[in-house]
């Protein structure tokens, strides 16, 4: 497989993590398409925006149909995300479907789009931000059970799509500062302050920490990893953390 960069989508690449994805690929010389419900917040005529809300299935699978129709896609990186939080009193079993609809269902329709594409290619790079959360965390009953089943369907995936030269891995952030973080712990926060100082490297994550990360599971040079979590999270895995 030749080195030179293809097309690659990302999911939710509009802010945060995403953003700092599709920057770290446009720099590699990929065309992106950023599948989010906002745009990407600069603009680059490598950068395709296809505004979509992968909660909905119907709309997901409606853009994923026209991807496969339109592009050549041998890098998937499936970043969107939500968290719903609530203590298990509270957990509906609308929020589990809503963020399952988002980790769990988006991933499937996507790569089942674009694994022709892949498969005639004799190469493809599936890469999942998942999240430390799947190891367990107070108010988080839908986001730490999708996360983990992501991690069940890479593990899958890899066993299944190796021999096609598909490699499929995760990158698992811990306590790292975007919006879906604010939105719950305030950056200048006594608690954000709290939780840096708990973790090993005493400091909370950036997104370019994850896109680094990203980065190296999705290149062509890295075909002999797969079906691997690697926790990108200051060493809050190591033990308990709590908010």
Same mark, same amino acid.
């Given at each position: 497989m030749s080195s030179q960069p293809g097309t690659a989508i990302v999911t939710g690449g509009s802010a945060g993590i995403g953003a700092s994805i599709c920057r770290s690929l446009l720099s590699q010389g990929y065309? &992106? /398409? %950023?599948?989010? !419900? !906002? +745009?990407? +917040? *600069?603009?680059h005529p490598d950068l395709h925006d296809i505004a979509v809300d992968l909660s909905d299935i119907e709309a997901t699978q409606t853009v994923a149909d026209g991807?496969?129709? *339109?592009?050549? &896609?041998?890098? /998937?990186?499936? %970043? @969107?995300?939500v968290i719903r939080p609530a203590l298990? #009193?509270?957990v509906t079993l609308a929020d589990v479907q809503h963020v399952s609809n988002i980790h769990l269902q988006a991933g499937i329709l996507l $790569?089942?789009? &674009?694994?022709?594409?892949?498969? @005639?290619?004799?190469f493809g790079r599936v890469v999942f931000v998942g999240s430390? @959360?799947? $190891?367990? $965390?107070?108010?988080?009953?839908a986001y730490a059970a999708t996360k983990a089943g992501q991690v069940g369907m890479v593990r899958t995936w890899a066993m299944e799509l190796g021999i096609h030269g598909v490699t499929v891995n995760l990158v698992a952030p811990g306590p790292v500062v975007t919006d879906m973080f604010t939105d719950v712990?305030? #950056?200048?926060? %006594?608690q954000a302050e709290r939780?840096?100082?708990? $973790?090993? &490297?005493?400091?909370?994550?950036q997104p370019d920490d994850v896109a680094r990360a990203v980065?190296?599971?999705?290149?062509?040079d890295n075909g002999f990893i797969t079906g691997q979590t690697l926790m990108v999270c200051g060493g809050a895995s190591l033990g308990s953390l709590s908010l």
């Open positions: 065309q &992106v /398409l %950023n599948l989010s !419900r !906002r +745009p990407y +917040p *600069d603009k991807i496969a129709r *339109d592009f050549s &896609v041998t890098t /998937l990186i499936h %970043n @969107a995300g298990i #009193e509270s $790569l089942q789009a &674009v694994l022709p594409s892949m498969k @005639a290619a004799r430390r @959360a799947m $190891l367990g $965390l107070a108010t988080r009953t712990i305030p #950056e200048d926060s %006594n939780l840096a100082k708990s $973790l090993p &490297v005493k400091r909370l994550g980065l190296f599971f999705a290149s062509p």
